[in-house]
Nanobody, 120 residues
Framework: QVHLVESGGGLVQPGGSLRLSCAVS????????MGWYRQAPGKQRELVAR???????DFADSVKGRFTISRDNAKNTVYLQMNSLKYEDTAVYYC??????????????WGQGTQVTVSS
């Protein structure tokens, strides 16, 4: 079984910062891409940031220059540092990981989501 557990969400004022963490546990052969998605009420789920196993990253245009993504492969953990937060960043943030459990096939796994609310 594979589990993704997010933490670090909460309530923050505009201009503030939050750091999200996602820890992967279970029987794992290898973790490939890891990323963060978010979904605001009435909107489609969107990719926020993604990082490969080699450390390459890409970001949604709306968060470039404000968010950073990183990973600790020894801990099977991915982080999202969110700075200069705006009202528009309010959403449920979901962790995603592309994982092979056996080395035969790869599948996407998702965390349960963590709420980020930006409010004055």
């Amino acid at each position: 079984q594979v589990h993704l557990v997010e933490s670090g969400g909460g309530l923050v004022q505009p201009g503030g910062s939050l750091r999200l963490s996602c820890a992967v546990s279970g029987s794992i052969f290898s973790i490939y891409d890891m990323g963060w998605y978010r979904q605001a009420p009435g909107k489609q789920r969107e990719l926020v940031a993604r990082v490969t196993s080699d450390g390459s990253t890409d970001f949604a245009d709306s968060v470039k220059g404000r968010f950073t993504i990183s990973r600790d492969n020894a801990k099977n953990t991915v982080y999202l540092q969110m700075n200069s937060l705006k009202y528009e960043d309010t959403a449920v943030y979901y962790c995603n990981a592309d994982i092979s459990r056996t080395g035969i096939r790869r599948d996407d796994y998702w965390g349960q989501g963590t709420q980020v609310t930006v409010s004055s």
